[in-house]
């Protein structure tokens, strides 16, 4: 997977940015993440090497504006552009994350018609309020690929009344950071059965730091949390793209894809109990 950050810096907007991670790492070094820029990569589809061959190969999937929100108010003017270069390179696949669908309508271009195919857009519901006011918009936009991301999951959240068809995959996670908040197995879970009940496929990509299962609440570091998602072997279907919202920014790297499906609820979990 390759990864193309347009424009860094964000501002908070619900539940789910309390603990952004581009804010943590920001004031790490000083910087101030409300202050949004256009980054120095903003073209790197386009760009070449000596060979004269695009940078970005054909095929990759391209993890795109990772540490802001594709549709950003600040970004209005530079997004045209943006659109303009995935059209160019429709030989990639572009994927985005958003808490903002509700912008989506006034962001596309004029040729947009029912979507590009080579993009994939995934809308964010880390809570009850945030899917009942998201999800009946993002079902009715013009978007050929669909993805539901319920991370950092922050409570039980019904999504049934919306799933379906129209729905590529669900992915859940627990909040990462020292400050994270509870992610309980029993709402993962539960979206699980949900998503058994729609046909939906459904991906448990990390339990976050700080993980409850059968009453009992674990701290896990954050080498583990990936892993500890992976050994409950509860996802439905493998999964080639990783919607990961982290991996890019704070590990320097784009997260590699894939998860092994398919088996009963069951798993080994943890470690350092609280
Ligand atoms: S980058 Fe995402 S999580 Fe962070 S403030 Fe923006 S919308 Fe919220």
């Known amino acids: 997977m390759a990864s193309w950050n347009l424009w860094h810096g964000c501002h908070k907007i619900s539940a789910g940015c309390a603990h952004c991670y581009v804010y943590r790492i920001d004031a790490r070094h ?38 802001s929100d594709f549709l950003l108010e600040d970004a209005d003017p530079w997004r045209e552009e943006a659109w303009r270069i995935m059209k160019i390179r429709s030989d990639l696949r572009f ?82 950071g020292i400050d994270a908040r509870l992610c309980d197995y ?4 539960d979206i699980r059965r949900q998503c058994i009940g729609h046909g939906v496929p459904f991906h448990f990509r990390q339990t976050g730091a700080y993980f409850r299962k059968d009453g ?5 570091l954050k080498k583990d949390q990936q892993a ?28 590699s894809g894939g998860s092994t499906p398919q088996s009963p609820v069951q798993g080994t979990f943890f470690i350092d109990e609280i």
């Open 228 to 255: 500890q998602a992976h050994k409950a072997k509860i996802d439905l279907r493998p999964r080639g793209i990783d919607k990961s919202v982290e991996a890019p920014y704070s590990q320097g790297k784009p997260a």
């Open 216 to 220: 009992k609440t674990y701290r896990i």
């Open 186 to 189: 029993a709402w993962v879970l």
């Open 95 to 176: 994927l985005f994350i958003t808490k903002r669908i509700h912008r989506f309508a006034q962001c596309i271009p004029p040729d947009w018609g029912d979507g590009y195919d080579n993009v994939v857009v995934c809308c964010t519901a880390e809570n009850q309020d945030r899917a009942d006011f998201r999800l009946p918009i993002f079902r009715d936009l013009p978007i050929r690929h669909k993805s539901i991301i319920c991370e950092p999951l922050l409570g039980p959240i019904d999504l049934s009344p919306y799933l379906g068809s129209w729905v590529e995959d669900v992915v859940v996670g627990g909040e990462s």
């Open 30 to 67: 000083g910087r101030d993440s409300s202050i949004v820029t256009k980054t120095k990569d903003f073209d790197l589809p386009m760009r070449k090497n000596r060979m004269k061959e695009y940078k970005i190969p054909s095929g990759e999937l391209v993890y795109t504006c990772f540490t």
